[in-house]
């Protein structure tokens, strides 16, 4: 695993881990808030199936704003040039949760540079029947307010401090933050402190939240680039997830028949950090499919994922 820098109008920190040069080359993207940290426990088991790259967008992680936007146009245009920099194309694009959303505009944007999609825990857009959990729309909300959204987050940072910040996230996105490996949560926390007090942490993830959430509002829209993805697709689920809930996914199931579903029992909008072998099987079932990039129905490799783990 090796972590490595590119110069895309400012810093990119991201990890390359080398796998098998017959497989495909995976690039992972993180969701709102998040960093190639949340693929730490999935990453070097994937590498065994191709070339693994997690990288952190602009404003999170590691990587700096550094005078950059972090709204999800922004995200997708950094993407873009990312893959044609480091990337053998076609890849296969690896997005959780906000990643989701970048890794299918990227799809629709760009087809021809896309092998497949794995869509864990996507952000999606709901209907009147589904409601926000209430920690998590109060918090959205409060950072959305015009001129007070960055302060906020800011203050919040500032005021629960490095390990509370984490600990809290691994609260929200898991079922039982126990699951996560003591070393990832340790990564984490080391991303956190360095990064401890910097104003474009708060900055990026309120451009995110309002980019993301208006994005979300405009389902017609967003219904539409679902509508218009051309690659094989698999989308997993939390059938906890506070965050995008199971009827929201199972909605975009019955929208998108040809896409696989895999809903994973008991872990919420983080399952490559609650349950890595979970999410490894299910993807080895959709690689391992019939004449390779043929899809099957959308129970039909559930099973197969369960037996693999």
Known sequence: MERRTIDLDGPVFYLDLQGPSSGPTFILVHGLGGSHANWLALAPVLAHRGRVLALDLPGFGLSPLAGRKANLSS??????????????????????????????????????????????????????????????????????????????????????????????????????????AREVVEAHLEIARERAGEADMASAFVQGARSLVGALGRRR???????????????????LDRLVPRACVEAIARVRPDWDLVMLDDVGHTPMLEDPRAVLGAIDAWLCGPASWILLGTQSLAGEARATV
């Open 75 to 180: 995200s997708r245009d950094l993407i873009a040039r990312f893959i044609e920099a480091v990337a053998d194309l076609p890849v296969i694009l690896v997005g959780n949760s906000m990643g989701g959303a970048l890794s299918v505009r990227h799809a629709v944007a760009d087809p021809g540079s896309v092998r497949g999609l794995v869509l864990i825990a996507p952000a999606l857009p709901r209907n009147g029947r589904q409601s926000f959990d209430p920690t998590v729309a109060g918090f959205i909300s409060a950072s959305m307010i015009p001129r007070i959204g960055e302060t906020f987050v800011a203050n919040g940072m500032r005021r629960y401090g490095a390990e509370r910040v984490v600990q809290r996230m691994l609260r929200l996105c898991n079922v039982d933050p126990s699951r996560v």
């Open 221 to 239: 829209r967003y219904m539409g680039w679902l509508h218009a993805v051309s690659a094989p697709t698999l989308l997993i689920g939390g059938a």
